[in-house]
């Protein structure tokens, strides 16, 4: 089975801190991607990463950054939290067009 | 840009009631659709899958159709139990390839009362 693994469930966060979500999965995927899920807006894409040190923005990339170092990781990173960015992130791989999805980090930022 | 569109719910059914949740959607090219499925507290399950039109992707009694005519992918279940109560994504690859993620609904919210 492919497994998706994100460092933490929840997370509470200072307005302002720099923070970093990772992700790592166990099937030597080449696609990695990060979503946010907010209530009555689904999932939309930050940023995603074809290779190693390879990365595209998606829809909503403001305020975000992130880094692939090696194929496994793939790190999303809040350069300066803000209460808008209070959310549940959610981190995926893909062979072909299917996705695998982690389980996701509750992040809140106060 | 490419766009799903699906009921947002809360669905409320009895067990063993026949369910549809509908999605419609609006795409350049060819993408393949899905249906992903999000129990309370987990991530994204995928359910089923279409990549090409009148294609059925079925699982878990669970089946969708993909109607290039009509641009939807209905998901159907002939009877429903308490463990299907979560909610349920349409999705459909961005740029139709793939490789660049996917487009999602706003999910819908089904819940199962025994």
């Known amino acids: 089975d492919v497994k998706v693994t994100q460092s933490s469930r929840y997370l509470v966060k200072r307005t302002g801190e720099k923070v970093f979500l990772e992700c790592v999965q166990d099937?030597?995927?080449?696609?990695m991607f990060w979503y946010r899920q907010d209530p009555g807006l689904g999932l939309r894409l930050i940023y995603f990463s074809y290779d190693v040190k390879m990365k595209e923005k998606g829809d909503i990339p403001e305020g975000y950054s992130v880094s692939r170092e090696k194929k496994e990781r793939f790190s999303l990173i809040l350069e300066s939290a803000s209460t808008n960015q209070t959310s549940m992130y959610l981190c995926?791989?893909?062979?072909?067009?299917?996705?695998?999805f982690g389980p996701g980090t509750r992040l809140t930022v106060t | 840009g490419d766009s799903v569109t699906q009921m947002e719910g809360p669905v409320t059914l009895s067990e063993e009631a026949f369910l549809t949740i509908n999605c419609t959607y609006t795409?350049?090219?060819?993408?393949?659709l899905f249906w992903y499925v999000q129990y309370p507290g987990e991530g994204l399950q995928l359910l089923l899958k279409?990549?090409?039109?009148?294609d059925k992707g079925s699982n878990k009694g669970f089946e969708a159709t993909y109607r290039k005519e009509t641009t939807s992918f209905h998901l159907e279940k002939g009877s429903v139990q308490v463990s299907d109560s979560a909610v349920y994504f349409c999705a459909l690859t961005r740029g139709g390839g793939g490789a660049d993620g996917l487009t999602f609904g706003k999910g819908t919210h089904l819940i199962i009362q025994p």
């Open positions: 099937m030597d995927h080449e696609n």
């Open positions: 995926a791989s893909s062979f072909l067009s299917e996705q695998y």
């Open positions: 795409a350049t090219g060819y993408p393949s």
């Open positions: 279409a990549t090409k039109a009148d």
